[in-house]
């Protein structure tokens, strides 16, 4: 098969990490003859330094005629003292935008031999597997009116949530698609105790979820689900859930595995080529130094794989190669304390192309 695939790397370990995801997917199309053709534009703060804007008309046209998009990581230092509308993450919202990309979808794995560094017990994190899929384009965060009234003591400030029935309607549906592929459950999490737009999530879901009779669903409430999800999150599956609870929740649950250059996310649309990055930032405190860890960035190419492309057998054989250079001890030096030892981003890169 013949994909397109833009990549993005952005700033910071940006450029250091989408290489590896690079190299592994032209081995990938190798193994499985597959041409991947990458076609490289420019977003964030290296957009900023090249053309004075955060996201290009041509990184967008270049992004809109992929098949799937890769994505570094945007920000740092060098840009956070421009205006708030000319930042590096600019770019990032406006291409999640252009995009349409409302679903978000952040898996949780725990890799056996990387459980020690999780701040949860063993026997409460073992065989941890979930996937949070959030609403990204409505809710609060996006609501209108969003201001200030008044003055001094007289003061206000408003923020508006609003959810369409076809907003809700259709991340809900990817929510019970993703559980009946998995071949598990379903958690909706709302407040439908307080809020008026969680009553009709609520509504929503129930029907919906007459479409999909063998997956099993319940609701859960917000406030609950924070506490689940630190207490017994071996009881998730897929968990769907508006923009803010779901910002909030997903932070949450990366944490749970205690390894942030591990997590990986996807950002899909309906019909047009979805985003692909790791949770993690540009981390500029090691850039340049060829030690960052690519496995979040190859675990984003495991969910292109998969979501994108329907390749299973070769997202299958990447995520196993990954867990096994785990198994056999490959750390970068952020999963280990024995520095000495430490593999750097090329090293690991190549362990993993072995593993394949
Ligand atoms: P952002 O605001 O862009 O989310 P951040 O400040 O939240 O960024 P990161 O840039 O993700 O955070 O970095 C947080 C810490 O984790 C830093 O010390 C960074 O070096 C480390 N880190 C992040 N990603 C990786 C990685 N892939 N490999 C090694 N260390 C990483
Ligand atoms: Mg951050």
Known sequence: MKKNIAILPGDGI??????????????????????????FADLGGAAIDKTGTPLPAETLSVCKKSDA???????????????????PEKGLLGLRKELDLFANLRPVTIYDALAEASPLKDDVIQGVDLVIVRELT??????????RRGEGEEQLAVDTLVYSRKEIERIVRKGFEFAEIRGGSLTS???????????????????????YPDVKYSHM???????????????????VTENMFGDILSDEASMITGSLGMLPSASLSQDGPGLFEPIHGSAP????????????????????????????????ALAEAINDVLEAGHRTADLTNDASNALSTEEMTNQVIDAL
Not at 21 to 32: D, F, P, Q, R, W
Not at 194 to 211: I, Q
Not at 286 to 309: E, Q
């Open 189 to 211: 999490v709302d407040k439908a105790n307080v809020l008026e737009s969680s009553r009709l999530w609520r509504e929503v879901v129930d029907e919906v979820a007459k479409e």
């Open 221 to 239: 409430l917000v406030d609950n689900a924070a506490m689940q999800l630190v207490r017994n999150p071996r009881q998730f599956d897929v968990i």
């Open 14 to 39: 940006g450029p250091e990490v989408c290489e590896a995801a690079t190299k592994v997917l032209s081995e990938i199309g190798k193994m499985y003859q597959h041409e991947f053709e990458f076609t």
């Open 138 to 147: 409505g809710g609060l965060y996006f609501g209108e009116p969003r201001e």
């Open 69 to 87: 998009v890769l994505l570094g990581a945007v920000g740092g230092p060098k840009w956070d003292t421009l205006p708030g509308d000319q930042r």
């Open 285 to 316: 405190d090691i850039a340049g130094k060829g030690i960052a860890n690519p496995l979040a960035t190859l675990s984003s190419v495991v969910m292109m794989l998969t979501y994108a492309f329907e390749m299973k057998d070769e997202a299958n």
